[in-house]
C-alpha cells in the first residue's frame, strides 16, 4: 500500500500520519454519525519519534503515510500517550517492523499495554513531568490520570509548540481537512461538545484540574493535535473555554425530556409537558427513543438543567429503551439537575416508581411526584402534564 496515502505536513518537522475511518458509526455505545479519525504524528527530529498509532484495522494506512515521509524503518521512538485500542491496537506490529530504540508510556500506560498485548520490556514507563530528549528537540510528558483512562498523558513537544493531547480536545469527525479552521464553529462546537459529554463528562472536577495545570505551566501552544478529529490552530483558547465551562457545568434554562412509547400515550404526555415548560420560557429538547439515541440525550445534558424521563409501564418494568439510556447516562453522571418521571400504564404501573428511583441514585433532585396516567390521557391528564411543565420551568428559571 506505500503511495496509496499521503502524510500532511503540520509543521517544519511534524507530520500526521493518521487513518480516517469514514464508516464507523458506533464507537462503544456512542453514535458517530460523521466517522472519526485516529490520528498518529511523526516528529522529524535526531530521534524520529511517532506519536500514538492506530486502530490496528488502519496499520496500512497509516503505514503508507509514513512511508511518503521516510522509510519507517528509520523510526527511533514510539510514544504512546493512551493504551485504548483505537490508538494502540496497531502498536505491536508497528515495533516488530519498525524495532524503535524506545517506546515510552506512562506508568499505568506501561502496565496497560502489557496487559493487553503482553509487550514485557518492550514499553519503558515515563515518569510525570518526564522529558523525552530527541537531540535538536524535546518532548515533555504530563499525566493525565482518567482522561478518560488511568493511563493517559499528554505529551508537548517544546520546540513546535504542539500540545499532543490524547483524547482530551478531540471529536468524532472524519476529516476531508485537518485543521479546525476549515470547518464551521457551530460543527466544531457541536462535535466536541458530544464527545466531552458522552467521554469526559464522568471526569469534569479531573479536567478541571487538568486545565489548571495545563495553563500553569507557562507554555506556549501554537496547536493541540488530539487523538480525534481536527488538530486546533484558530481556536484554541475556544476549545480551552469550552471545556473549562463544560466542566464546571454552566447549565442554561433548559430542560431535556427522554421517553420511549408504546402506544402513543407516553409521547402525548412528552408533548404537553414539552408545551408547558416552553410557555414557562424554558428551552425544551425533546428526544423520544428510536429516533434519538442514547449518546444524543447525553450531549443535550452537557448544558441542561432538568432531565425528565418519560416510559410505558411493560412486565412490570419501564421499557427496554429507556432502561438502555438511563443505564448510559447514569455512568456519565451529570451533576446538578432536576428530574421528574412520568408514563401511561394498563393495569399495574411501575414504570414511574421505577424511574423515580434511579433518578434518585443518579442524585438528580425530583420536582415533586411523577404522573401517571392510566391507558388513553384525556384532555384534563394533558392539561394537568402542561401544567407540571409550567411550574418546572419556573424552579428551573430559579436556579
Not at 503515510?65 to 505491536?92: F, Y
Not at 486546533?232 to 469550552?242: A, S, Y
Amino acid at each position: 500500500m506505500n503511495g496509496a496515502f499521503k502524510a500532511v505536513q503540520l509543521t517544519d518537522t511534524v507530520y500526521w500520519v493518521g487513518a480516517v475511518d469514514w464508516n464507523i458509526r458506533n464507537f462503544h455505545g456512542y453514535a458517530t454519525d460523521r466517522g472519526t479519525t485516529y490520528n498518529a504524528f511523526l516528529v522529524m527530529a535526531d530521534t524520529i519519534t511517532l506519536i500514538d498509532t492506530v486502530k490496528e484495522p488502519f496499520i496500512d494506512e497509516m503505514m503508507s503515510r509514513i512511508a511518503s515521509v521516510i522509510e519507517p524503518s528509520k523510526i527511533d521512538c514510539i510514544v504512546s500517550n493512551h493504551s485504548e485500542m483505537d490508538h494502540s491496537g496497531s502498536l505491536p506490529t508497528v515495533i516488530e517492523a519498525v524495532k524503535p530504540g524506545a517506546v515510552f508510556a506512562s506508568a499505568m500506560g506501561q502496565k496497560a499495554l502489557e496487559a493487553h498485548f503482553h509487550t514485557a520490556d518492550l514499553v519503558t514507563e515515563i515518569a510525570d513531568g518526564g522529558e523525552i530528549d530527541l537531540g535538536n528537540m524535546t518532548i515533555t510528558c504530563y499525566e493525565t490520570r482518567m482522561l478518560h483512562w488511568p493511563d493517559s498523558m499528554v505529551s508537548y513537544l517544546h520546540e513546535e509548540k504542539i500540545l499532543f493531547s490524547q483524547d482530551a480536545f478531540g471529536m468524532h469527525l472524519a476529516l476531508h481537512e485537518l485543521f479546525d479552521d476549515s470547518y464551521p464553529l457551530w460543527l466544531l462546537e457541536h462535535e466536541a461538545a458530544k464527545y466531552y459529554a458522552n467521554i469526559l463528562m464522568p471526569f469534569s472536577h479531573l479536567v478541571l484540574k487538568a486545565l489548571e495545570r495545563i495553563t500553569g505551566l507557562g507554555i506556549e501552544i501554537d496547536l493541540i493535535a488530539p487523538d480525534h478529529g481536527p488538530v486546533w490552530r484558530k481556536n484554541i483558547e475556544w476549545i480551552l473555554g469550552r471545556y473549562g465551562a463544560w466542566a464546571r457545568r454552566e447549565p442554561k434554562n433548559k430542560a431535556v425530556i427522554f421517553y420511549d412509547t408504546m402506544w402513543g400515550s407516553t409521547d402525548l404526555m412528552a408533548r404537553s409537558i414539552a408545551d408547558g415548560l416552553r410557555e414557562g420560557g424554558t428551552e425544551v429538547a425533546v428526544l423520544k427513543l428510536g429516533s434519538a439515541h442514547r449518546s444524543d440525550i447525553a450531549t443535550e445534558l452537557l448544558d441542561a438543567s432538568a432531565v425528565i424521563v418519560g416510559s410505558p409501564t411493560i412486565n412490570n418494568q419501564i421499557f427496554p429503551t429507556v432502561a438502555d439510556a438511563l443505564t448510559y447516562i447514569k455512568g456519565l453522571k451529570p451533576k446538578g439537575l432536576v428530574g421528574m418521571a412520568f408514563g401511561s400504564y394498563g393495569w399495574s404501573g411501575e414504570s414511574v416508581k421505577h424511574l423515580e428511583a434511579t433518578l434518585g441514585e443518579m442524585k438528580i433532585d425530583l420536582a415533586g411526584e411523577g404522573i401517571r396516567v392510566k391507558y388513553v390521557p384525556t384532555a384534563g391528564d394533558l392539561a394537568a402534564c402542561r401544567a407540571r411543565g409550567i411550574e418546572l420551568a419556573a424552579r428551573i428559571s430559579r436556579k
